[in-house]
């Protein structure tokens, strides 16, 4: 009976701690990544400067929109426009061998945008964010090397796209 009875207590004892450290990190302002909230101006926000089914675009609508926010077709219905003014990519070669050939890549994204109200006031000035990767070349498996330069530039733009949201979240906090 005794043993029941210990266990229990340290049931509870271990819930009331989890129970406290839940309070105290919502109390200091921590949020899990992806759930700090957006201005609440970008509630509907449209997109402008990319294509609709381009990969930034849609990594932006993934983005806007497990953060709460819609995102529409019609910029006449936004309450918000995120403008992508500019995206670059490029590469660099960072090593090569004794012939002179290339190695090893520096492959970098970055994207330029802003954010406005539908009234036109800026809630997001200009900014700019790069993500960048480096890629060892095999000249032997240039089909492999070329499915793996796909793959990085995939995942630096969803990079981007997800420094750009850390800004634009940033901004809904003040």
């Not at 949020?31 to 609440?40: M, S, Y």
């Not at 953060?67 to 660099?92: F, W």
């Not at 090893?104 to 997001?124: M, N, P």
Request: glycine share 6%.
């Amino acid at each position: 009976m005794p043993r029941a009875s210990s266990s229990t207590s340290h049931g509870a004892i271990l819930r009331l701690c989890v129970a406290v450290a839940a309070l105290l990190l919502g109390a200091c302002g921590f949020h899990l990544r992806g759930a700090a909230p957006l201005p609440a101006e970008m509630s509907v926000t449209y997109i402008s400067g990319t294509g609709e089914f381009d990969t930034l675009y849609d990594d932006f609508r993934t983005a806007l929109e497990s953060h709460g926010a819609r995102v529409t077709q019609e910029r006449g219905k936004a309450t918000a426009v995120l403008t992508i003014l500019e995206s670059k990519s490029g590469t660099d070669v960072l090593t090569v061998n004794l012939s002179g050939k290339a190695l090893e890549y520096l492959i970098r994204q970055s994207i330029h945008f802003e954010v406005t109200a539908a009234d036109g006031h800026v809630l997001i000035d200009e900014q700019s964010v790069t993500a960048s990767r480096t890629m060892k070349f095999n000249s032997n498996s240039v089909l492999s090397s070329e499915r793996e330069w796909e793959t990085i530039r995939r995942e630096l733009t969803h990079d981007v796209v997800n420094l750009a949201m850390l800004r634009i979240s940033a901004a809904g906090r003040r």
